[in-house]
């Protein structure tokens, strides 16, 4: 028996279900996307995606929308119902962004005097998973995650972003957070609007008993996930002081934790990996592997003790 004890994040790996392969974040015509939902779905259906949550942007001047994809359910392909919040101001002066996936339809309006913080714990009380989305895109500190203690994780890349404007990577203000004591996971998204350049670059693999929107919803808050680019995590477990690694042929896998903890092990097509935990504990670890390509996926983290 492994002398650490995960807390917090169980990993998913040996847990009962299957992978779902999904995207949390994207837009439609219902705000500032290209093309209408049905379209949108049909596209990440082609693809191979299992899920998706159109977020479009919860504003006036779109009439606060809150998506409803319902109607392009079926047996193999599933949607959960979004928004992207928006409220005030970041320390920079921006207008924050904050995803919640898993809202009521019928999620009222902002209030004439409603801020981020009440506007998003009140999505979190209506039992939305919240997101801290794209931090690098347009400047969001640690001070200001600060105001969100209650959200779930960090959106940790953003393809549309990297498309953008090179600013796609959140793992430094997830990484910062997690110093400073946060348990958050961390989560990668297309934030597609135009769908030619910015879609199928980023996505989750939850692991769920089904793929009935409550089932998937109730892992995403566990964190039962991981992110990719591309390559796949086949596995991760704890084996008394190390973590093994089993994953599709990569070139890197690589371990972070608080501060400058890491390892690593190179190669070339590498399917498995063994690394030690005696840095990590007590405190968290992240799995990075990384294809021939470049292409990157994560583990969310996990905390020992």
């Known amino acids: 028996m492994s002398q650490y004890k995960t807390i917090t994040s169980k990993l998913p790996f040996s847990s009962p279900g299957r992978f779902y392969k999904g995207n949390l974040h994207t837009h439609c015509t219902c ?3 290209d093309y209408p939902a049905k379209e949108v779905v049909r ?6 995606y ?3 949550a159109i977020s479009d942007h919860f504003l006036e001047r779109y ?5 409803d994809t319902r109607q392009f359910r079926s047996e193999d392909f599933t949607t959960l119902i979004a928004a992207e919040l928006h409220a005030g101001k970041l320390l920079n002066d921006e207008l924050w962004h904050v995803l919640a996936v898993g809202l009521p339809l019928d999620f009222p309006p902002k209030g004439d005097d409603e801020g981020i913080v009440a506007l998003s714990e009140r999505a979190f009380a209506a039992g939305a998973f919240i997101g801290i989305v794209h931090p690098t895109w347009y400047g969001l500190q640690p001070e200001d995650a600060q105001l969100l203690p209650f959200a779930h ?12 404007n090179d600013r796609g990577d959140g793992w430094g203000l997830c990484d910062m957070l997690l110093n400073e004591g946060r348990r958050l996971h961390g989560f990668a998204t297309d934030d597609a609007h135009h769908m030619a350049h910015d879609a199928f670059g980023g996505w989750i693999h939850v692991k769920a008993e089904s793929l009935d929107p409550k089932s998937i919803l109730e892992s995403l808050k566990a964190g039962a996930y991981y992110s990719s680019q591309g390559p796949q995590i086949e596995n991760i477990k704890v084996n008394a002081d190390e973590v093994f690694i089993e994953c599709s042929p990569v070139r890197a896998v690589m371990i972070s934790g608080r501060g400058s ?3 690593k092990v190179l190669g070339t097509g590498i399917r498995s990996a063994r690394l030690s935990l005696q840095r990590f504990t007590p405190g968290h670890f992240r799995i990075t592997v990384v ?3 470049g292409r990157k996926a994560w583990s969310n983290p996990v905390w020992l003790e």
């Open 31 to 33: 705000s500032d996307g």
């Open 43 to 48: 596209r990440y259906r082609e693809e191979g």
């Open 50 to 52: 299992d899920f998706l």
């Open 63 to 67: 009439d606060y929308p809150v998506t």
């Open 153 to 164: 994780a960090v959106e940790v890349y953003n393809h549309g972003s990297e498309i953008e």
């Open 261 to 263: 903890r890491a390892d």
């Open 291 to 293: 294809d021939a390509d």
